[in-house]
């Protein structure tokens, strides 16, 4: 730019004054050459064609006046090429009917309630199209700002009056403009100008045709012209806002889309990706009809070819992508509270159901990055999903609430609580609400346990949601390691609750596993049941002993839970002598072992932190999770398992391999002198779990091996030094050589048949040698 406008400086836009910010490098003036192709989009797209990029190089600033005759007649001839010779008079507007007239009283007075409508602060000066760019070149060279500026705004204000059909020279002059100067955009008057072609205008008969070509324009000029900048006007989030609940001229058109996006990263809105938005009114087809708005009109043969002219790929080009950057921070507060009065002037409206608009949902959608827009959403979100016309666009604000809920404050920890509460019954509501649920659990990593812990509540309370259980599912397919342990935690919290809610738990916990298809990791599930908890409640736990002996009861049930109807017939082929699906017999008895372990690990270490049992007790959550106490005890609570099945359970759950980790352990818990059960009883139990599992198909040493090396003598050394591992440690590259200071060359956990037989024998006869 020449003149006043580079000697400015980078314009300050808080002050009304007409200084230009010059752009990132300077870029010379001129017209275009004779010709009939005019490049059209941004920079970056001009290079498509090695001609356009040739043609387009614009000329030295000082072009003699038959070349500037030259480049009008260009112009000119490209405006017959579209078709419009017919240009309308710019000296005076055609007569308003009565319609028009009222109208435009409508219009007068929504300028006076709406703050983003201003009255033009710039005269208007009005040349023909064919000389707008001398009258430019003419000014920029005097360093005339003033006329510069009145100039484009006596441009904006002809397409203003032609909007339904405007002049081909008019905008092709204003496109060029914008490609070799758009700094001259840049000024308060002219934005205030193109804003007000962003909006509907009243004063046109409803009657008369539309077309989005001068709306898209000056989308595509005010991108020229603040492309560069990080800081954009309050005004342009104005304007989307009227334009996204009128008739989205502009805001869904695909040749806008790098303006509005730029627009929508002052909400901070994850959208949904385009394969995932189900509704299919955007681009042209412009209006909402079903909100009671009138259609808009579709688009002639000869006014869609102009429409194509700046048409631009679906996908954002890397010079798109990197247009394509935050532009409110510094006005974020005072563009939220402007977003957040309108919505909920638009919401708090006394109105049928039936006529809430479905732009206002479209709109609600890409506002979904404010907490509060999110609160205000999900409390109407299933009125909106069960209402046929609203039903498109409601799924996709679902979404969008889904997706952006991703601080897990308060609010959102209340939207989960209202999503939850949602009940669908058409599949095709209830499988797009189950893919959204699977978009929450991703939004934050703190969703899932709240989720989990608000569907478990809500199914024990009185208004229990039909959909409960499938939510569970969903939840457990999405996430299948963590999902168990944090259903695990939800289980502690009911057991610790005043009342006794372990019959409740119970029943719970079948109907969770049936519903679910069995498809629930149940070692991971009865591992999280184990872990220690710090939070106050557990700490100042009123019944403390009652809490671990329901925490083993439900990890017995959780054991038998995991007969699944393939185990229940491979063992009732086992016990007709049979060998079928030995594979998922294996399996189930392998997974009983592993619970077992842990059990144990956790009546050794973490049992003694939450309260001293008593002798009694303790004995009796030992013996239960081993399978090894009275039956009457596994069903005495509500009767399950059935009659029918409970010998079967039984044994199925008993007969299974003893790990060596458990077996350790429980000899070790037999010599310690803080824990109740005594060395005799130790051994004793552990005899017979040796005997029980000597009976099961052992696919490593014979059961004799470990006979053998209980009749070993080693010589005595102090038990109270002996070492265990955490349950969880892997058996690889074994590390333990620090078992017994005395013999640490000697014992081995698990590495060689000698190391167990040594380390076993051991641990047995130390009682001896102590006493």
């Not at 490609?179 to 008369?208: H, M, Q, W, Y």
């Not at 390691?481 to 935690?489: D, G, T």
């Not at 959550?621 to 359970?649: A, G, I, M």
């Amino acid at each position: 730019a020449t003149g006043n406008g580079s000697e400015g400086g980078v314009m300050n836009r808080a002050k009304p004054t007409t200084v230009r910010r010059p752009s990132a490098a300077a870029k010379p003036s001129g017209h275009p050459p004779p010709g009939d192709f005019i490049a059209l989009g941004s920079k970056g797209q001009a290079s498509e064609a090695k001609a356009a990029s040739t043609l387009l190089k614009p000329a030295p600033s000082g072009l003699p006046s038959e070349r500037k005759r030259d480049a009008a007649a260009a112009l000119s001839g490209a405006s017959a090429l579209t078709g419009l010779t017919k240009r309308p008079k710019l000296s005076s507007t055609p007569p308003l009917s009565a319609l028009g007239r009222l109208a435009e009283a409508a219009v007068a007075e929504k300028r006076a309630i709406s703050p983003s409508i201003k009255e033009p602060s710039v005269v208007p000066i009005e040349v023909l199209p064919t000389v707008l760019l001398d009258e430019i070149e003419a000014a920029e060279l005097e360093g005339n700002d003033d006329r510069i500026e009145g100039v484009l705004c006596g441009a904006v204000k002809q397409l203003k009056v032609t909007r339904a059909k405007p002049d081909s020279t008019l905008y092709l002059s204003l496109m060029y403009l914008a490609k070799i100067k758009p700094n001259i955009f840049a000024t308060e008057g002219v934005i205030e100008a193109l804003c007000s072609l962003l909006r509907r205008d009243a004063s046109i008969n409803f009657k008369a045709k539309g077309n989005s070509l001068v709306s898209v324009l000056a989308c595509n000029l005010l991108m020229a012209a603040y492309e560069e900048d990080e800081n954009w006007p309050e005004i342009f989030v104005k304007v989307y806002i009227e334009d996204s609940l009128g008739e989205r001229i502009w805001v869904d058109s695909p040749h806008c889309r790098t303006f509005v996006d730029n627009i929508q990263t002052a909400f901070n809105t994850r959208m949904p990706p385009k394969s995932m938005l189900l509704q299919g009114e955007v681009g042209r087809s412009g209006g909402d009809l079903g909100a009671g708005s009138s259609p808009h009109p579709s688009l002639t043969e000869e006014e869609d070819s102009q429409t194509e002219l700046l048409i631009a790929e679906e996908k954002l080009s890397p010079e798109q992508e990197g247009q394509l950057m935050p532009r409110y921070d510094d006005l974020a507060e005072s563009v939220e509270e402007y977003v957040l009065d309108m919505l909920r002037d638009q919401l708090n409206r006394r109105q049928p159901i039936d006529n809430v608009s479905r732009n206002l949902l479209r709109l609600l959608t890409s506002t979904c990055g404010y907490k509060e827009v999110r609160l205000l959403t999900v409390q109407r979100l299933e009125m909106w999903l069960q209402n046929p016309k609203l039903t498109r666009p409601a799924q996709d604000l679902l979404m969008s609430v889904c997706m952006n809920c991703n601080t897990h404050g308060p609010e959102d920890m209340d939207v989960i609580s209202h999503l939850i509460k949602i009940r669908l019954k058409p599949k095709v509501l209830l499988n797009h609400y189950m893919l959204c649920l699977r978009e929450l659990l991703n939004a934050h990593k703190d969703n899932l346990g709240t989720t989990i812990k608000f569907v478990i509540f809500n199914e024990l309370s009185n208004a229990r949601n039909p959909n409960n259980m499938q939510i569970l599912y969903t939840v457990l397919q999405h996430s299948a390691e963590l999902a168990p342990k944090f259903l695990a935690m939800v289980f502690q919290d009911l057991l610790t609750n005043k009342d006794d809610y372990l019959r409740a738990s119970r029943a719970l916990l079948r109907e969770i596993i049936k519903q679910t298809k069995h498809e629930i990791n149940f070692q991971a599930f009865c591992l999280g049941l184990m872990q220690e908890r710090k939070e106050p409640q557990y700490l100042d736990m009123e019944f403390k002993e009652r809490f671990v002996v329901h925490i083993t009861d439900v990890l017995a049930v959780s054991m038998m839970l995991g007969i699944t109807a393939q185990v229940k017939e491979a063992g009732i082929a086992w016990d007709k002598g049979e060998k079928r699906n030995l594979e998922v017999l294996r399996a189930f008895q392998n997974q009983i072992a592993a619970i077992q372990r842990d059990a144990v690990w956790w009546l050794h270490t973490v049992v003694p932190s939450i309260s001293k049992l008593a002798p009694k007790d303790y004995v009796h959550c030992l013996h239960k999770v081993l399978f090894t106490e009275q039956p009457e005890t596994y069903y005495k609570w509500d009767n399950w398992p059935p009659e029918s099945d409970r010998n079967f359970f039984l044994r199925l759950c008993s007969e299974v391999p003893i790990l060596e980790d458990t077996l350790m352990r429980i000899l070790v818990v037999g010599l310690s002198r803080e824990l109740p059960l005594g060395p005799a009883d130790a051994m004793e139990l552990a005899d017979h779990l040796v005997k029980r599992a000597a009976a099961v198909q052992a696919d490593g040493n014979a059961p004799w091996t470990f006979l053998w090396s209980l009749s070993w003598a080693p010589t005595g050394d102090s038990p109270h030094t002996i070492l265990l591992p955490h349950p969880a440690r892997a058996r690889e590259g074994c590390q333990c050589t620090s078992l017994c200071p005395a013999a640490a060359s000697l014992l081995c956990l698990g590495c060689t048949p000698s190391g167990q037989a040594a380390l076993l024998s051991r641990i047995v006869l130390a009682p001896q040698v102590q006493l």
